[in-house]
């Protein structure tokens, strides 16, 4: 740190002047800082913001408080936020203090000391002796990337590529400087400075290795610069390169795999030889296996690459007629084909899981929605469903049923479709005056819940609140 409790010569030589001064002035208030030992210029940041300025003073009454204020290239003062004051002797102090998060970096700050009385010290001068040194805030202090992390870069003959510092993650501020606007870069090309780019973005024209770091002047941190981008020439098609985020063969699940073509200028991509519209960045994401292509402009010429992506997923078909309309006592066998490992096979009837149905059949016998989902376990873990509705023939099949079978292929109050819709309204009752189920848009799905047989089956009313009217009845649930 910059508090040292031996005198140097420098001390010594201010705190006799103060005596020889005091003896001659005896009411004149005066203020010598102390050399900043150790200290040569303030890198702040956000995991390092506290110095240390000792001076001593003579003819202040007592109750004076003192402030540390940086002074910029016009002398102008800049308030810093007090963090202790240490009390050395009767007419020595040494304040701890931070710089304003909000420090516009220069070369060339000041520090003096100031009273609550208004006195102000000469500049204290640093380890050097300079009485003007670097002040910095660094509000981004760690590593960045640039060029999508790619570490890669072609461009072709004359022409050129542009290698920005990437955003970062969304609503994270600390994910990249790019967030920062003021910030200002220093980019190389081979280990050696390029004069005059300061921007985040940069537009190479030639081979070479490139990176970036931040530019706050003499607390410019090399450490904390960004990934180096080797930027080489294009010579043939051969220039461009596809890889897939989950390899290929992919497990086609989720959001897909991602595909990352070289880094270029401009792209379009193509999947079995058609264009795949508004497929322009440099990166693509898909589910489906295909042979992918994407042709990128490196600035002044193109180039295209390949890869025929493949799925280690499964594949599968159902052989019903969605919206199949069953007449009265008819049935129907569906069947689902499958290439999945050891498939699973679950059955659905209006969302309901239908009990002991596993196989790759089911017989139809009622109308509803009905779904069934295809699971694999092993090696691609993945999954299908195909949804089919089965319509019901007119006449019979609009009688309102009142028995429920619980251990029947269908174990729901199962009405006809025409009473399944926004504006009818459905209520059932229990025997004892319970509202079970008030709800419109019923789907069939009644009853959710185990049924308190007791000795005897037991007995529901409904209401049917519709456009057409209203219908009353009772319900028998059997076991």
């Known amino acids: ?16 002047s103060i005596m020889f001064f005091a003896k001659g002035n005896l009411h004149a208030q005066t203020i010598v800082p102390a050399q900043l030992d150790g200290l040569d210029k303030l890198c702040a940041g956000s995991s390092f913001n506290e110095f240390f300025a000792t001076f001593s003073y003579v003819n202040f009454p007592e109750g004076t408080t003192f402030t540390i204020e940086l002074l910029d290239s016009s002398n102008n003062p800049i308030g810093t936020t007090l963090l202790q004051t240490i009390d050395v002797s009767a007419t020595q102090k040494t304040i701890k203090f931070a710089v304003p998060t909000t420090l516009v970096g220069s070369e060339t700050y000041g520090l003096r000391v100031k009273s609550s009385g208004t006195t102000t010290s000469t500049r204290f001068r640093n380890s050097a002796g300079n009485t003007s040194f670097p002040a910095y805030f660094k509000v981004y202090e760690t590593t960045f990337s640039i060029n999508n992390k790619d570490t890669n870069a072609t461009i072709c003959a004359g022409g050129n590529i542009t290698l920005s510092v990437d955003s970062g993650t969304t609503g994270v501020p600390a994910s990249s400087p790019v967030n920062y606007p003021n910030l200002k870069y220093i980019w190389y090309k081979d280990n050696v400075v390029i004069a005059g ?6 537009t190479v024209n030639a081979a070479g290795d490139y990176f970036a770091t931040i530019d706050y002047g003499s607390c410019t941190d090399a450490n904390f610069s960004s990934n180096h981008v080797t930027v080489g020439n294009s010579s043939s098609s051969g220039a461009v390169t596809i890889s897939s985020s989950l390899g290929n063969p992919f497990c086609a699940s989720g959001t897909g795999t991602v595909l990352t073509a070289t880094s270029g200028n401009k792209y379009q991509w193509k999947k ?12 693509y994401s898909t589910n489906e296996s295909g042979l992918y292509s994407v042709e990128v402009d490196f600035g002044g010429c193109s180039a295209t690459g390949t890869i025929n992506l493949q799925s280690n997923g499964f594949d599968a078909s159902i052989d019903v007629q969605d919206g199949y309309k069953l007449s009265e006592g008819e049935t129907l066998s569906v069947n689902v084909t499958t290439d999945a490992a050891a498939p699973t096979f679950e059955w659905y009837l209006n969302n309901n899981l239908i009990s002991g149905e596993t196989g790759s059949s089911y017989t139809v016998s009622v109308k509803g929605n009905y779904k069934v989902k295809i699971s694999q376990a092993s090696g691609c873990v993945a999954t299908k469903e195909f949804s089919f509705k089965i319509n019901g023939d007119s006449g019979p099949a609009s009688v309102i049923p009142n028995i429920i079978k619980l251990s029947g292929m269908n174990p729901y ?3 006809p479709d025409e009473y399944k819709n926004a504006t009818t309204k459905v209520i059932i009752i229990s025997s004892n005056g319970d509202k079970v189920l008030d709800v419109v848009n019923y789907q069939g799905d009644w009853p959710q819940s185990n049924i308190d047989f007791k000795n005897v089956n037991p007995v529901y009313y409904y209401v049917i609140q519709s456009d057409t009217g209203e219908k009353k009845g009772s319900i028998t649930v059997i076991k």
């Open 1 to 16: 740190m910059i508090q040292k409790t031996t005198l140097s010569f420098f001390k010594v030589f201010f705190l006799i």
């Open 197 to 202: 780019q300061s921007g985040k973005t940069l």
């Open 272 to 283: 079995d030889g058609a264009v795949i519209n508004g497929a322009t960045n440099r990166t």
């Open 413 to 415: 109050w199962n009405i």
